[in-house]
């Protein structure tokens, strides 16, 4: 079908007649244009652009809309320069999904010089230890990248993380991280936010470690980001503690309306608006679990298990425990050792749910001689199988 559209597209206003997928096109973008207006402009597209639209579909993957779009933004009348482009990328380990991907988010990239744009860029990635496979993944999401100054941009921000990583490794697991971390004047966005943390008394061990794993929190406007770390020592968590770097993370990562539905979220199971700050301050990520996550481990554990949810305010790192595959499972063996009478009541579940694999299996499964087989082959059923259902 594809092919078809595209032969016909190639023969300028020919389209008009026997190409029934670009009118029904221009009638759905167009629903109050009049037949000789639709018909007008399916001719303009097919003469400006027919060869483009054609390679855009039949090399790189494109829609017809998409095609169709892209072309009053990249117009090309012969196929030498972006084959050229395409065989570059296919010579560099690129896959076709990826080749589509990107120059589907960034038709731009058909534009480029192989040799005066693009290979300075490979060479210099690969000099600092970048395989082509983590360059095809990395261009493939975030292909602007090839249309960033060498010298002016790409070399820059390297240097800027390396400054502070003091590695080539360590700055490129950072890239990996956050690929559009080489798109921006770090000196901008980046440097005001590091002075923020470090006059607050932030150890530079903790900036290292948020500028290497978390390179995406920096990249905020320093007004806003002033913010969140006055909202985080507002809460008193202790700025020399990596507990304060984690809950800027975290709060970065949301709006306030976010943040405030997750309050509201929490408050319905019995917490205080202040259990819920101490409750960020013990462990921040149990705010950045989805409302999903979060219903679904508190109605599991408070309607289902009979925990109060005080406890959970206690020991909010439970938020973050996976429901099918810690918490439901080893839940199961819990009501089973009740069942036996081998524990009581007021046997911690929560230490169950905390503990490693292995001092879990050694301290309730393992330890009852007897039933220690009964006991991990039910743990492993549920390991495998179980599904909790949060609606």
Not at 193 to 202: A, D, F, T
Not at 263 to 274: A, D, F, H, I, R
Not at 327 to 335: A, G, L, M, T
Request: include cysteine; hydrophobic fraction near 40%; charge should be neutral.
């Amino acid at each position: 079908m594809f092919s078809c559209i595209c032969k016909k597209l190639q023969y300028g206003s020919s389209v008009v007649k026997s190409s029934p997928r670009l009118q029904l096109y221009f009638h759905q973008n167009h629903p109050l244009s009049s037949s000789s207006t639709i018909l007008e402009s399916i001719s303009n597209t097919a003469n400006e652009h027919s060869f483009t639209v054609s390679y855009l579909i039949n090399s790189c993957g494109f829609s017809l809309e998409k095609a169709l779009s892209a072309s009053k933004d990249v117009n090309f009348e012969a196929p030498d320069k972006p084959d050229s482009v395409l065989n570059f990328f296919k010579n560099h380990g690129f896959t076709e999904t990826q080749i589509s991907n990107m120059t589907n988010r960034d038709p731009s990239v058909l534009l480029c010089d192989p040799r005066e744009t693009l290979l300075p860029k490979f060479d210099f990635f690969q000099s600092k230890g970048i395989s082509n496979l983590d360059i095809a993944k990395m261009l493939s999401s975030t292909p602007s990248i090839l249309r960033r100054s060498l010298e002016n941009q790409i070399i820059p921000s390297f240097d800027f993380f390396k400054n502070w990583l003091e590695s080539d490794d360590d700055t490129v697991f950072a890239i990996k991280r956050f690929h559009k971390l080489l798109l921006h004047d770090l000196q901008t966005y980046v440097a005001p936010n590091i002075e923020i943390l470090r006059e607050l008394g932030v150890p530079e061990s903790n900036l290292v470690v948020l500028l290497k794993y978390h390179p995406r929190v920096f990249m905020t406007k320093s007004d806003r980001f002033k913010e969140i770390v006055e909202e985080v020592k507002k809460i008193g968590i202790n700025p020399i503690t990596m507990k304060f770097v984690q809950a800027v993370q975290a709060m970065r990562g949301m709006s306030r309306l976010t943040w405030k539905k997750k309050v509201e979220l929490y408050k319905k199971w019995g917490w205080s608006e202040n259990d819920v700050l101490t409750a960020f301050g013990k462990h921040p990520w149990c705010m950045t679990a989805s409302e999903d996550k979060i219903m679904g481990v508190m109605d599991f554990l408070v309607s289902k298990m009979g925990l109060d949810s005080s406890v959970i305010a206690r020991r909010p790192d439970i938020i973050s425990l996976s429901l099918d595959k810690r918490i439901v499972p080893r839940c199961s063996v819990y009501q089973a050792l009740l069942e036996k009478g081998l524990i009581t009541k007021d046997f911690s579940l929560r230490r169950m749910l905390e503990s490693t694999e292995q001092l879990f299996l050694k301290k309730f499964v393992e330890c009852f001689e007897e039933e220690a087989s009964e006991l991990l082959k039910l743990y492993q059923e549920k390991l495998e199988l179980s599904v909790y259902d949060v609606d």
